[in-house]
């Protein structure tokens, strides 16, 4: 008795891969065995399990929850909603009657409708890096608990809408009835929360692709990439809106237009949302991460907070929050943390409703707040395959050489480097054999010269950016 999972499955934040070639119901069944036995081994005994509207997403959570009752957990099942309920039901314990040891949410986030995969929480903390290499060693080696769970079911989607709701507490309804939005739930897990979301609002919400459709017939769930957003402009634009959200597969991040059709980008949002909560909580530390605009770490500092830079990725945001007590983090990815008057967890839905609730506290429509930040030019992501042996040696390699040059720079999550350009960063993607740059500057001319200075150690490295690789 024993499996063996496909190694590339196993990320550094969760469990992902493609269904039908290195993931299916076997690791699924696995996986629950391991996790239960894990829960179990730390003195609990109960396991929350949600999914979201993928069409392999019904199949893997009835072989999770056989594994997991295999091994002795008993399981509450909160069935399809975004990966924020789940952490939500976790989180609230007994106000819901869901009080577990930990959580699992089946779920294949922003990417294509064949993959699919796992997030998980362990005694309220993310569960990530050597925890998912210990299933592995569990699975392997066929250890795990033997027993007889239970399995109970518990319906959560309105308390969870109504906490979500709450986002825009002491806050007047009038204030907030002269705003007009678009949504976009992408066919996503969110479209059901959300239609009964937008019920409970002031204003006026004008919602797209609300039904659960695990093809995604519209568009690809990833608001991150522009492209994907043409729907939700389109909206904007045609009934002169004041600004439109949009949510990835499992509306654990958030995207956002403008009035005017500009994308607010993760870092911009973040500092939106720190300029709004210093001025309740001045001196408050907020986190970015590696990949965040200067801008947003220099508006944090302007407005009284503290700018904490940080490692790129869902479950050290969170692990950083729990150790500085920060109040609101966020990464350039657009995924928001809030812990002032939330869970610490990254949650689109009550991020946009903080959105609204930000732009009324602020004064100023949410076109305003974009118009007025910085033009800073920067390129997107660039993403590029470097073997898996060689890319977190390349950046030791780089670090050395930034070193022995006395060049300015942090080494938190790969390298950072700051010139009179502006800053330049490479890194080591956790969870795929890529090397990730990003660069930006105030001029063009600047952009160029940070651009040329990656490309110049990469080739000291013996490498250079390949073509663009996908996430």
Same mark, same amino acid.
């Given at each position: $008795? ?75 099942? &909160? ?52 925890? /998912? ?40 309804? #009038? ?44 568009? *690809?769930?990833?608001?991150? #990439? ?27 991040? &958030? ?7 500009? !994308? ?10 720190? #300029? ?8 408050? /530390? ?22 904490? $830079? ?42 946009? !409703?903080?959105? $609204? ?28 395959? !470097? ?16 070193? #022995?040059?006395?060049?300015?720079? !942090? ?42 200075? /990656? ?15 996908? *996430?």
């Amino acid at each position: $008795m024993s499996h063996r999972f496909d190694p590339t499955i196993l990320r550094e934040y969760d469990i992902r891969g493609v269904v039908g070639r290195d993931l299916g119901p076997g690791d699924a069944h696995a996986l629950g065995r391991c996790f239960a036995s894990v829960v179990r081994r730390a003195g609990g005994g109960k396991v929350a399990v949600g999914y979201d509207g993928r069409l392999s997403s019904p199949a893997l959570e009835a072989a999770l929850v056989e594994g997991l009752t295999a091994s002795g957990a008993d399981v509450v099942r &909160i069935g399809l909603g975004p990966t924020p309920m789940l952490y939500y039901a976790e989180a609230s314990g007994e106000d819901v009657g869901v009080e577990v040891d930990g959580a699992i949410q089946i779920t294949g986030s922003h990417n294509p409708a064949d993959h699919n995969g796992f997030k998980l929480v362990l005694g309220g903390r993310p569960f990530f890096g050597a925890d /998912i290499v210990r299933l592995g060693e569990m699975a392997a080696a066929g250890d795990w608990d033997e027993g007889a769970g239970r399995v109970e079911v518990r319906d959560v989607l309105d308390a969870y809408v109504a906490r979500i709701a709450e986002g825009i507490a002491g806050i007047a309804p #009038e204030a907030l009835s002269g705003l007009r939005v678009a949504w976009d739930a992408g066919n996503g897990a969110s479209g059901p929360a959300l239609e009964r979301l937008t019920a409970r609002l002031p204003g006026e919400h004008h919602l797209l692709f609300t039904e659960v459709d695990g093809t995604f017939p519209n568009h *690809h769930p990833d608001p991150t #990439e522009e492209q994907n957003l043409a729907d939700l402009k389109a909206l904007v634009a045609a009934e002169r809106l004041d600004f439109g959200v949009a949510f990835d597969g499992d509306a654990d991040r &958030i995207g956002v237009v403008d009035g005017l059709g500009r !994308v607010i980008w993760g870092d911009q949002l973040l500092g939106i949302f720190a #300029e709004d909560l210093l001025a309740r909580l001045p001196g408050a /530390i907020v986190i970015g991460d590696v990949k965040a605009s200067g801008a947003l770490f220099d508006t944090v500092a302007r407005h009284g907070g503290q700018p904490l $830079m940080w490692k790129s990725g869902h479950s050290h945001m969170k692990a950083k929050m729990r150790e500085t007590g920060a109040p609101l983090a966020g990464e350039t990815s657009a995924h928001i943390f809030f812990a002032d008057d939330f869970y610490g967890f990254d949650d689109g839905l009550y991020a946009a !409703v903080r959105l $609204m609730a930000a732009t009324v506290r602020l004064g100023r429509s949410v076109t305003q707040l974009r118009g007025a930040m910085p033009d800073m030019l920067n390129t997107p992501e660039l993403r590029f395959q !470097v073997a898996e042996s060689r890319k977190f040696a390349a950046i030791d390699e780089v670090r050395g050489r930034l070193a #022995e040059a006395g060049a300015d720079f !942090v080494a938190i999550d790969g390298v950072r480097v700051t010139t009179p350009d502006g800053w330049w960063l490479l890194r080591a993607s956790n969870t795929q054999d890529v090397l990730v740059a990003r660069a930006e500057s105030g001029t063009a001319a600047g952009l160029e010269r940070l651009i040329a200075d /990656i490309d110049a150690q990469l080739a000291a490295s013996g490498l250079r950016r390949g073509p663009q690789a996908g *996430h």
